[in-house]
């Protein structure tokens, strides 16, 4: 096979779903954000797994991504899409039956006129200023809202990966100025809230990257292995240089694999000599730039030369492998790509 393949461990989801949901209250219901295609997973198989270990509560980004979803679901989840209601969403937010969090008085407005019957929910800006209404428009709207039953208050933290950092607090007592006393369901965790404690809980929690198997969730079980075929093997000689630039040059005898797997499948360029690969438990670095579709490895150390090597496994998780690419382990997943064979166990 040369194409490089992701395994993606269901059962390790599921797991991972089930421990967040075990963190808060009986009476709290844990939903599961499935957006950019289950966070690059393929959200067909990730939302039907996490269903059937009783989700029933689904967020996307996007109606689009609704479609997918509402496919893979059926008609009995609930699919909540945090944009809201935009412009020429109309009909699919009605034939799909998705859940709009409106997020502005503009978004308001559309809804009601377009679809007065139709449920929806309110998104509000408790201090992180990228969507929901602020204070003062929620002050002004709240009473005509609450009268058309929303199902869901819910406001997003923009710290919660840090339990240190005040704003956590700031924002709490924001969301709890603008929805005490309303009786409507109220979210406010991500996964990193719901590790914050009971007083994020509120009724719903979303967690996304934390099924996943990435940080803030530190217990988390591994759910995607990564690793790339062999396609030739070489020797070189000391002073000649390796892949694009030439800035690798072998100081002493070498032996380079090249593999089937680049940055066009989201092995980002950036993490450059930082990431290594394993053959087994045994550590390979990288000699050399990625280039586009293949990574050259310096194997010199092996015995003998495996068909594959890994890049996500035991040893490498998704944030060990955003470290050395100077990034978060949301962007390794979801930059991973269609060019995979994927597999699900
Ligand atoms: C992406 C997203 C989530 C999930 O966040 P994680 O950090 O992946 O758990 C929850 N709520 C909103 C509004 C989001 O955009």
Redo the contacts with the bound molecule.
Sequence with gaps: MGTARIRIDLGALVANWRALDAQSANTTETGA?V?ADG?GLGVDRVAKALARAGARSF?V?QAEEGAALRNALGRGATIYV?SGHMPGDTEMIRDLALVP?LNSIEQLTRHFEALPTHPFGV?LDSGMNR?GLEPSEWRAAREIVVQQRPRLL?S?LAC??DPDDPLNARQLGQFRDMTDGIHVPRSIA????ILLGPDYHFDMT???????G?L?HADARSVVHLSAPVIQVRDVDPGEPVGYGATWVAEIPTRIATLQAGYADGLIRAMGDNAVLFAGDVPCPLAGRVSMDLLTVDVTHLDEVPSHLDILCAHQGVDDLAEAAGTIG?EILTSLGPRYRRSYV
Excluded at 206 to 212: A, D, E, F, K, S
Aim: proline fraction near 7%; hydrophobic fraction near 35%.
């Design positions: 954000v957006k966070y967020y980004a945090f969090m998104q969507l819910m997003h919660a990966d991500a996964t990193g809230g979303r967690p996304g990257i934390g099924l996943y990435g803030p949301y």
